[in-house]
C-alpha cells in the first residue's frame, strides 16, 4: 500500500489532452469537419482541405488561427475565418471517454485527503459538456472551474484564488497539464509545482521550443505515475 508522506494539499488538473485524448479525438474531428467547407470554397478535396490545416498548424504553431491563414491565403472575405473557427470548435464530442487510468487515479488521491481541482479553459458550456460526457461532474473533484482569457479570467489568477480558499502555500500545489504557456506557466510564475503530462499536440509543439520555454518540475506519461512513491512522496524534495 502506497503511504502519502507529502505535505501536499491542492492538485489542479487541466481537462483537454491531459484527461482524455482530445487532439487525438475532438481536434481532428473538428479539422475533418471543416474540411469540407473549406474544400468548397477554394474548390479542393476534402483530404486536401484537412491536410491543408495540418500544415498551416505545424508551420505557424498551434497558438495560431490557422483559419485566419487559410482566410488570407485563398483571399477569402474576413468573416468566414470567424464562421471556420466556429465550425471547428462546435465539434460533436459524444464518445469521448477518459484515459484508462484516470479514474482509479483521482479515487486514490481523494481518498487520501487530497483537495482535488479540476480547471479548463474555453467556452464554458462546451467544455461543460465534455465533463458531462466523460463522467466527472462532481463525483472526482471539489470542484470545477472554467476559465476564458477572452473575459480575462485567466489561470493564473484562478489558480491564486484556489490557493487562497483552500489556505494552500504555492509548494503545497500541484498543477497538472499538457501546455507549457498556459496552466503550466501559470502554476511556475506562482511557484506552484508543475507536472507536464506527456500527450498531445501541445506538448509536440513544446519539444520543438523546449529552449524557448520554462521547464516544468516533473513529466510524466500516465495520470497514474502520480502515484508512485518517487514523485509523490518526493515531490518536494526532489524538484527540478
Given at each position: 500500500m502506497l503511504r502519502y508522506q507529502s505535505k501536499i494539499k491542492v492538485f489542479i488538473f487541466d481537462l483537454d489532452d491531459t484527461l482524455y485524448?482530445?487532439?487525438?479525438t475532438l481536434v481532428l474531428r473538428g479539422r475533418r469537419k471543416v474540411a469540407k467547407t473549406i474544400a468548397g470554397l477554394i474548390n479542393c478535396s476534402e483530404?486536401?482541405?484537412?491536410?491543408?490545416?495540418?500544415?498551416?498548424?505545424?508551420?505557424?504553431g498551434i497558438r495560431t488561427n490557422i483559419y485566419e491563414k487559410i482566410v488570407e491565403l485563398y483571399n477569402l472575405p474576413t468573416t468566414y475565418a470567424k464562421e471556420l473557427l466556429d465550425e471547428f470548435i462546435h465539434v460533436d464530442i459524444t464518445?469521448?471517454?477518459l484515459f484508462p487510468d484516470v479514474?482509479?487515479?483521482?479515487?486514490q488521491l481523494k481518498a487520501h485527503g487530497y483537495k482535488l481541482i479540476?480547471?479548463?479553459?474555453?467556452?464554458?458550456?462546451?467544455?461543460?459538456?465534455?465533463?458531462?460526457?466523460?463522467?466527472?461532474k462532481d463525483n472526482?473533484?471539489?470542484?470545477?472551474?472554467?476559465?476564458?482569457?477572452?473575459?480575462?479570467?485567466?489561470k493564473n489568477i484562478c489558480f491564486k484564488e484556489i490557493m487562497q480558499r483552500y489556505?494552500?502555500?504555492?509548494?503545497?500545489?500541484?498543477?497538472?497539464?499538457?501546455k507549457i504557456d498556459d496552466e503550466l506557466a501559470a502554476g511556475k510564475f506562482?511557484?506552484?509545482?508543475?507536472?507536464?503530462?506527456?500527450?498531445?499536440?501541445?506538448?509536440?509543439?513544446?519539444?520543438?521550443?523546449?529552449?524557448?520555454?520554462?521547464?516544468?518540475?516533473?513529466?510524466?506519461?500516465?495520470?497514474?505515475?502520480?502515484?508512485?512513491?518517487?514523485?509523490l512522496n518526493n515531490l518536494q524534495a526532489n524538484r527540478i
Open positions: 485524448d482530445c487532439s487525438g483530404e486536401k482541405a484537412f491536410q491543408l490545416q495540418l500544415k498551416i498548424e505545424e508551420k505557424y464518445n469521448i471517454t479514474m482509479n487515479t483521482l479515487i479540476l480547471v479548463s479553459s474555453g467556452d464554458e458550456v462546451i467544455q461543460r459538456r465534455k465533463i458531462a460526457v466523460l463522467g466527472l472526482y473533484f471539489d470542484e470545477i472551474l472554467i476559465t476564458d482569457r477572452n473575459n480575462g479570467y485567466t489556505n494552500s502555500k504555492p509548494g503545497e500545489t500541484v498543477c497538472v497539464g499538457d506562482l511557484g506552484v509545482i508543475t507536472i507536464m503530462f506527456e500527450h498531445g499536440r501541445h506538448f509536440k509543439a513544446y519539444l520543438k521550443e523546449q529552449d524557448k520555454h520554462i521547464k516544468p518540475d516533473y513529466f510524466i506519461k500516465h495520470i497514474k505515475d502520480i502515484l508512485k512513491l518517487n514523485i
